[in-house]
């Protein structure tokens, strides 16, 4: 959780998540590691919640070109009107 605040993620309306990990992990079995990430989002409160209303596009990509055992998160979407 402190590596998501230290980050300062603005409050988003809506996000979209791609996920690209070189991991031993097959493609399928990434999704824990995403479903605790999209909770500590949540918790943060940079999203709302995670229900399709805010969180309505995911992908999931096996890239070797990552280094050995990383996962990169790239969250995308709209900032919270004020």
């Given at each position: 959780?402190?590596?998501?605040?230290a980050q300062?993620?603005?409050k988003?309306?809506?996000?979209?998540?791609?996920?690209?990990?070189?991991?031993?992990?097959?493609?399928?079995?990434?999704?824990?590691?995403?479903?605790?990430?999209?909770?500590?989002?949540?918790?943060?409160?940079?999203?709302?919640?995670?229900?399709k209303?805010?969180?309505?596009?995911?992908?999931?990509?096996?890239?070797?070109?990552l280094?050995?055992?990383l996962v990169?998160?790239?969250?995308?979407?709209?900032k919270?009107?004020?």
């Open positions: 959780m402190s590596l998501v605040l300062k993620l603005p988003l309306a809506f996000m979209e998540l791609r996920v690209f990990h070189n991991t031993r992990l097959d493609v399928d079995n990434v999704t824990g590691t995403i479903k605790v990430f999209v909770d500590v989002l949540r918790h943060c409160k940079v999203i709302k919640d995670d229900t209303n805010y969180f309505d596009y995911l992908s999931i990509q096996y890239t070797p070109q280094k050995k055992g990169v998160f790239e969250i995308t979407g709209e919270k009107k004020k």
